[in-house]
């Protein structure tokens, strides 16, 4: 699912952390090396057809990589 992430992400918090990233080996391979975390938060996204929902987002990220597959989780919360 497309969607856009409409202002900032909130009450992020750490779902794993090095080593307990399962994908760990998969995204150091397709975006190099670094300390990865899997992330979740909340924020509002705008979907293909310009509505706007609340909903919780799931990332990876690491320092000087940057915030990668951010997912969408479903169902949307509003």
């Known amino acids: 699912m497309d969607f856009e992430v409409v202002g900032q992400i909130k009450n992020v918090e750490a779902i794993a952390?090095?080593?307990?990233?399962?994908?760990?080996?998969?995204?150091?391979?397709?975006?190099?090396?670094?300390?990865?975390?899997?992330?979740?938060g909340f924020a509002n996204v705008r979907l293909p057809?310009?509505?706007?929902?609340?909903?919780?987002l799931h990332w990876y990220e690491a320092q000087g990589i940057g915030r990668r597959e951010l997912k969408l989780k479903l169902p949307l919360l509003d």
């Open 49 to 56: 057809d310009d509505t706007i929902h609340k909903a919780e």
């Open 17 to 40: 952390v090095g080593r307990g990233v399962d994908a760990r080996a998969r995204l150091n391979k397709l975006y190099g090396k670094g300390r990865w975390r899997k992330l979740k």
